[in-house]
């Protein structure tokens, strides 16, 4: 079983900056793709980015191409998510998800795709 933790969120002005990031516990071993998917009341969740380890590839939402950055953080199997110029539609809860066991699938459209959820982190856009 795959434990995921989000930290980093908070409250920020639009054009701001903030960063997460993922820790991944467990059974991580097969674990190839992790990313993160984001839920603001009323929408359905949806992707932002997603990392294939190993291959280093990351995915972007097209929404957040060029302002967010995702990488690998100094541990195994973390995730670090960069977010540059927030704009008030970055707001939602922001979930750290793992894909499933040795699948590189590491796409953004299905949140059904992904295995594992973190409980979640709160950002705030707004002046």
């Known amino acids: 079983q795959v434990h995921l933790t989000e930290s980093g969120g908070g409250k920020v002005q639009p054009g701001g900056s903030l960063t997460l990031r993922c820790a991944a516990s467990?059974?991580?071993?097969?674990?190839?793709?992790m990313g993160w998917f984001r839920q603001s009341p009323g929408k359905e969740r949806e992707g932002v980015a997603s990392?294939?380890?190993?291959?280093?590839?990351?995915y972007y939402a097209a929404s957040v191409k060029g302002r967010f950055t995702i990488s690998q953080g100094d541990a195994n199997k973390t995730l670090v998510l960069q977010m540059n110029s927030l704009k008030p539609e970055d707001a939602g809860v922001y979930y750290c998800?793992?894909?499933?066991?040795?699948?590189?699938?590491?796409?953004?459209?299905?949140?059904?795709?992904?295995?594992?959820w973190g409980q979640g982190t709160q950002v705030t856009v707004s002046s």
């Open positions: 998800a793992a894909g499933k066991e040795a699948n590189m699938y590491c796409g953004l459209v299905n949140p059904s795709d992904y295995a594992s």
């Open positions: 990392f294939l380890f190993g291959h280093g590839f990351p």
């Open positions: 467990g059974y991580t071993t097969n674990i190839l793709c």
